[in-house]
């Protein structure tokens, strides 16, 4: 399959293209409507986070062929501030911005596979997998 | 010795021109201008180097070549025409200059190359810039336009508004909103307000919580908000993210919620079997109000 793989986010209207794209790609790979909408959503939050904390970065997507399986994974990436304290942002309902403080727990129960790598002052990456069904 | 670079190339401009035309209709058989009429393109050529040279006789940029330029951009020619043509005409002229003499040094050369980019230069700058401020012109208007569409609230009967949202919401959008929101519930004096989000493709924690304050805010006044087009997929979404609505009422349908904005205002809609009475009643009850 051959498709742009990243979208920078540097502007909020950036969320919105990563969004599309990874909506797309996951119509193409044959995700139903509710998965459809989970993908979307949770690229929405974690390209919401990096325009909020990071001010620019950018989202990746990659098609994983297993052989009983296959996925779609989203990588976020930014050079920003990086987490502190990776157990506190898991938590449901901390923010730092005011917001409902639901974005990075709520990724994770979005989607079926959830890793993040923060180093202080460094940025911060994450890989979200949706195993289509 | 730049005048007699120009002099060159205004003495031989018939030679220059046909080149050029030569060359600008050999390229457009695998071109982008395929889908213009032959008589179309070739007046327009005819023109564009008229221009052209009109702009190096007077030397600056005419008036002539802003009429042109306007015009092109209302018909849409595209710009890669424009910049194709102009650099293909700087190729054509020296080709044509260097042609004229046998012994060339590089004195000279750098002279003709200096003389035609500052005549060919500015021209392109010149519809660079007519082109990309259309097109920033009509980038601006449609986000006024597309603000004036953002968020419309229409009352529909006494004490019942709706605000349709349809796409997707950001910060700026979240804000107008909130402010329309509260100003037509009191100017409405509205005691119920529906948010139908049918048309929202994706409700993330920012638009969710742009949404619960916008009902506390509308709560606070006094009036109540109701929460309607939550489609299947996007009501697992937000059970997912663990976003609490419970605060106010939520809806399906605009319908549902249409039907319990009635309750709420103490109505309910009747089935008449007499359709001339219901039309009466209608015409009753329009008039009472």
Redesign the interface.
């Known amino acids: 399959m051959d498709f742009k793989p990243c979208v920078n986010i540097n502007k ?2 950036d ?2 293209g990563a ?1 599309q794209l990874g909506r797309t790609r996951a119509k193409e790979l044959g995700f139903g ?2 998965d ?3 993908i ?2 949770a690229i ?2 974690l390209a ?1 986070n990096i325009y909020l904390y990071a001010g620019k970065g950018k989202v990746c997507f990659e098609v994983i062929d297993q052989l009983d399986k296959q996925g779609l994974k989203v990588v976020a990436s930014d050079e920003g501030p990086g987490i502190r304290d990776i157990s506190q942002v898991m938590q ?1 309902g901390y923010s730092t911005s005011g ?5 990075l ?2 990724v994770k ?2 989607m079926d596979h959830f890793e993040i790598h923060s180093e202080w002052g460094k940025g911060t990456e994450i890989q979200a997998i949706k195993w289509v069904r | 010795m730049p005048t007699r670079v120009n002099k060159i190339i205004m003495e031989n401009s018939d030679v220059i021109i046909k080149n050029w035309l030569e060359i600008v209709s050999e390229k457009r058989k695998n071109d982008y201008t395929s889908s213009i009429s032959e008589d179309l393109f070739q007046s327009t050529n005819r023109e564009f180097v008229n221009v052209i040279f009109d702009s190096l006789d007077q030397q600056s940029l005419t008036k002539g070549l802003e009429a042109f330029s306007e015009r092109l951009v209302n018909l849409g020619w595209p710009l890669s025409y424009l910049t194709d043509g102009l650099q293909t005409f700087r190729r054509v002229t020296i080709d044509f200059v260097l042609g004229q003499n046998e012994k060339i040094d590089t004195d000279f050369f750098s002279i003709i190359l200096d003389r035609v980019d500052s005549w060919v230069d500015p021209i392109i700058n010149k519809l660079v810039n007519e082109y990309s401020g259309s097109w920033e012109h009509t980038v601006s208007l449609q986000r006024v336009a597309l603000q004036e569409l953002s968020a419309p609230l229409i009352p529909v009967m006494r004490n019942i508004t709706i605000m349709p949202l349809i796409g ?1 919401i ?2 700026e959008r979240a804000k107008q909103i909130m402010e329309n929101l509260l100003e037509g519930v009191i100017k409405h004096n509205a005691e119920v307000v529906l948010i139908d989000i049918t048309g929202v ?6 638009v ?2 742009h949404i ?1 304050q916008a009902a506390e805010a509308v709560r606070l006044i006094g009036s109540t908000c109701i929460l309607v087009g939550i489609r ?3 009501a ?2 937000i059970v ?4 609490d609505l419970g605060k106010f009422p939520t809806k399906s349908s605009l319908r549902k919620g249409f039907e319990t904005a009635l309750e709420l205002t103490g109505r309910t809609i009747h089935r008449e079997s007499n359709k001339e009475e219901v039309i009466e009643d209608i015409i009753g009850s329009i008039e009472k109000e």
Do not use: K
């Open positions: 909020e209207l969320i919105v969004r409507t509710v459809q909408a989970r979307a959503t929405s939050e919401r449901d917001g409902l403080g639901a974005g727990p709520g129960r979005l | 997707t950001d910060t493709p994706v409700v993330d924690t920012m969710a919580h619960i299947p997929e996007i697992q979404t997912n993210l663990g976003i």
